[in-house]
């Protein structure tokens, strides 16, 4: 094992894996010597070349378009989008070109790309930087969205990812990528598709992923304290949702409470939680609860930053009640 | 209108005020007193806000994610751009847009943006009103050499000139967008050319010498005003600062580059221009650059000293009343 940092944890899955594969090339506004907005691919450029580590002018469009074309063909291509906001200037081309193609050709093509989107708030950078839209793309079949909350599960799911001949949307959130975990020396994939479960417990099953894992690691440690045994379970991947997981966390502890930064409405809570109705209800306790982002835009102010997205505090007050009921 | 002396003092005041006001929020991010990001236009001076004092009552701008110069070249007040940044109740936006959402309606800004681009849009709606309602009024929109790459751009220059609509796509080419060289992003010298391929008039200026941005801008905007379409101007111009609070390292350039446009600083050239033409004495000078440096510490007191927005208000924006 060894200590690194979720943004060394990417470059070296990236590294990896362009050596491995000459098909893999990566593609995005200032990726190159400026070694993106968040540093993930600093150097890179300088260990494969231009051609292989493209700084893209400001066309984010095309830039999608331009890789989906190239999957197509038989490279792999890595797309950084700067913010994951910025993803919406890549829709078309994502949501009907991209996931679409596959079945569209009954199989003929497949479209084996990542789309990067450094997602949430925390960093002050307001309204139109600080977006959490994984659920968007998870409303799109032919997409597979997947979402670290740790070094080990970000280069284990980049490395899986860039193998995948899907395109996959790749969703970091920009509070991890100075966070240290420990990965292996050895060569090793995570595999898409799969939750993991971060801590077990009896009582109550904490359902998240991406940055709100460590917050509920947090809280989870609090609750302990007070006598209340939290299973955690890290979602790890989004689409297509491991129900096996879930369902049978679920179904032991008979209480679910879903944590996730993103706003409430039509978020990847409200699945988790009609995937539970559906598949667990005589086993519930008491009703299925979401802790989710305020249905607002992203306030500048850091206090009114803070009080949109689920903190340490709420989630233990919310469990703390649903441990009443 | 001719440039009076009067107004090149006001244009000088506006632009003195700028890079102060803009050197002091430097500091107060590298302090750490200030939250978020911010872009700069240390070096953009004249270009910005020489073109906004080409308007007149009634016409509107729009901006982009390096807002401030627009904003005081638009006439927006010094303490309530200072409050925003420090995410306060009192700033123009009560603490919700911070320093890349600068708006103002009451005073013609259609607001800064973060997504590049994102103005094309909105100034091209704006200028579809002026037109319906048949008001002699123009929009200049604001946007960068990195932002002709999106596809808005395309479309929104079309937009423009099939429905000869009065808006100023007014490009500042500041030679990057963040690192991409402007020569690396596109295979054309001049920017302006783009127009070309939609029908439309383009002019090219000298970003950095305040009375020709003013005299030639004020001339575009004369002619769309008449009603013969949109133009676009492209202002040659250099950003002296990082592209962001974050651009620390600048890999992608050398400091002699800077060097050499620190030496066409466009207020040191208004400056000369201004005591050349007897326009101002030197004593003139000195004493509006004590004012404004007055006026700024004024401004982050009151910024400091106003109240945080309130948490119980967060919903209250969210959709119109
Ligand atoms: C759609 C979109 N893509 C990327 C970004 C990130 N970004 C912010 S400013 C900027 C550079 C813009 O360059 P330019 O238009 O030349 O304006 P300048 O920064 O030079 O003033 C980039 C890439 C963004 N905000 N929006
Ligand atoms: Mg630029």
Redesign the pocket.
Known sequence: MKEITYKEALREALSEEMTRDENVILMG??IGIYGGNFQVTQDLVLKFGEERVIDTP?S?AAIAGCATGAAMSGLRPVVEV??SD?VT?MMDNLVNQAAKLSFMSAGKVSVPMVVRLPMGCGTGAAAQHSQSLEAWMCHVPGLKVVFPSNPYEAKGLMKAAVRDNNPVIFCEHKLLYDAVGNVPQEEYLVQIGQANIMKKGTQLSVITYGYSVQKCLQAAMQLRVKGVDVEIIDLRTLLPLDEKTIIDSVKKTGRALIVHEAVKTGGIGAEIAALIAEKAFPYLKAPVMRLAGKDVPVPFNKNLEQAVVPQVADIKKAAERLMRK | MSLTNEKTINMYTKMITARLMEEMIGQLFAGGILYGTT?LGIGQEASAIAACMALQEGDKITL???NHLGCIGIGMELKYIMAEMFGKETGVCSGLGGSMHLLDPDKGNLGGN????GGLGIATGAALKMKYKRENNVVLCF?????TN?GLFHEAMNLASIWKLPVVFYV?N?G???SMPTERSMNIHDIAKRAESYGMRSIILDGNNAVDVYNLTFSAVQYVREGNGPMLIESKTY?ISG?SKNDTEQRYRDAHEIEQWNAKCPIKRLEEYMLKNNVATKEMLKKINAQVTEELKEAILFSQNSLEPAVEDLQRYVYAK
């Open positions: 506004e200032d400001l984010e700067m913010f910025f200037l | 872009h982009t994610h390096r973060g997504i590049v681009g946007l960068g050499d990195g932002a999106e500042e500041n990057y967008a963040v950003r592209h």
